[in-house]
């Protein structure tokens, strides 16, 4: 446990941070659950050190939204305090600027550790994979994950992921699963374990050669260590598809595309009848029925 400064505190002030002591896994679920803005507020009066000790606890979405509602040295300060795997999970979610900033605010020497930690080559898995996607933590239930999902649909995906407090992956659940569970069930109750993965260190012309895109859309990209970095979309794959498109000869790549396309499509098949169901079960749902 960190040392606290001593600053001035309201007595409500000296509550929460003795809950914050006593129980910072239980603080961390407690301030995923509310508004971003409204739990910076609230962490705003404490010195950076007692925000890292609950952050250190969130995932790094959430934890990423709370850190820009604070004021920029605040923010830097809090990430300097966290472990280097959750202020990189943090970073990753923001945007390029915001993210400068909060290096450029920082001790030299935890700066550079950072940004030798985030930087990947270009055209690689780690660079590639959207590091905004929504996560998920085993322990809660389905009531909350689709309460979450709810809230953050514009980064929702079908496949969702999800990772330990470590941010290490631990499995995937789909949107069809979470609806048709039942609502007090855990996700690590269900969850798929050891998901097919890309390495971090993949080259373009490795991911394009990976043979899983027959089976998924979407695959999540993992660092050595099994942290997880982002996810990688086949679309993604396309765009990369077209500009190699321009720089090389057709003949062989045209063929590996079509086979690349003949996969992808007998997975969005599957996909489409997936969501075909889903409609079924919420339907059902909505009129008090049971899903079949």
Same mark, same amino acid.
């Given at each position: 446990?960190?040392?606290?400064?001593?600053?001035?505190?309201?007595?409500?002030?000296?509550?929460?941070?003795?809950?914050?002591?006593?129980?910072?896994?239980?603080?961390?679920?407690?301030?995923?659950?509310?508004?971003?803005?409204?739990?910076?507020a609230?962490?705003?009066?404490?010195?950076?050190?007692?925000?890292?000790?609950?952050?250190?606890?969130?995932?790094?979405?959430?934890?990423?939204?709370?850190?820009?509602?604070?004021?920029?040295?605040?923010?830097?300060?809090?990430?300097?305090?966290l472990?280097?795997?959750?202020?990189?999970?943090?970073?990753?979610?923001?945007?390029?600027?915001?993210?400068?900033?909060?290096?450029?605010?920082?001790?030299?020497?935890?700066?550079?550790?950072?940004?030798?930690?985030?930087?990947?080559?270009?055209?690689?898995?780690g660079?590639?994979?959207?590091?905004?996607?929504?996560t &998920?933590?085993? +322990?809660?239930? =389905? #009531? *909350?994950? %689709?309460?979450?999902?709810?809230?953050?649909?514009? /980064? !929702?995906?079908?496949?969702?992921?999800?990772?330990?407090?470590?941010?290490?992956?631990?499995?995937?659940?789909?949107?069809?699963?979470l609806?048709?569970?039942?609502?007090?069930?855990?996700?690590?109750?269900?969850?798929?374990?050891?998901?097919?993965? &890309?390495?971090? +260190?993949?080259? =373009? #012309? *490795?991911? %394009?050669q990976?043979?899983?895109?027959?089976?998924? /859309? !979407?695959?999540?990209?993992?660092d050595?260590?099994?942290?997880?970095?982002?996810?990688?979309?086949?679309?993604?794959?396309?765009?990369?598809?077209?500009?190699?498109?321009?720089?090389?000869?057709?003949?062989?790549?045209s063929?590996?595309?079509?086979? &690349?396309?003949?996969?992808?499509?007998?997975?969005?098949?599957?996909?489409?009848?997936?969501?075909?169901?889903?409609?079924?079960?919420?339907?059902?749902?909505?009129?008090?029925?049971?899903?079949?």
């Amino acid at each position: 446990m960190p040392l606290i400064r001593r600053i001035p505190m309201l007595p409500e002030d000296r509550l929460t941070l003795a809950f914050f002591q006593s129980h910072p896994l239980e603080a961390a679920r407690r301030v995923e659950a509310l508004n971003a803005q409204e739990v910076a507020a609230i962490l705003a009066p404490f010195p950076p050190e007692v925000i890292a000790m609950v952050l250190e606890h969130c995932l790094p979405g959430p934890a990423a939204k709370i850190v820009t509602g604070l004021p920029p040295e605040t923010a830097a300060g809090v990430l300097e305090y966290l472990s280097a795997s959750s202020a990189i999970g943090i970073l990753r979610q923001l945007d390029e600027s915001i993210r400068n900033d909060m290096l450029d605010r920082m001790a030299k020497a935890v700066s550079a550790s950072l940004r030798r930690a985030l930087r990947y080559p270009p055209q690689t898995a780690g660079s590639l994979a959207d590091a905004r996607v929504l996560t &998920l933590p085993p +322990d809660i239930a =389905v #009531e *909350e994950a %689709l309460r979450r999902i709810r809230q953050d649909a514009k /980064h !929702t995906m079908y496949y969702v992921y999800v990772i330990d407090r470590d941010t290490k992956l631990e499995g995937l659940v789909t949107l069809k699963q979470l609806i048709v569970a039942d609502d007090d069930e855990l996700l690590a109750s269900f969850m798929t374990r050891q998901p097919v993965t &890309l390495a971090a +260190d993949l080259t =373009v #012309e *490795e991911i %394009l050669q990976h043979p899983q895109w027959a089976r998924f /859309h !979407t695959l999540p990209v993992i660092d050595r260590w099994g942290t997880f970095l982002g996810a990688l979309r086949y679309r993604t794959l396309r765009a990369l598809e077209r500009e190699k498109m321009v720089t090389q000869s057709p003949g062989s790549f045209s063929q590996a595309l079509i086979q &690349l396309w003949e996969a992808y499509s007998l997975a969005g098949i599957s996909i489409l009848t997936d969501m075909a169901q889903m409609q079924d079960a919420f339907r059902s749902r909505d009129s008090g029925g049971q899903p079949t």
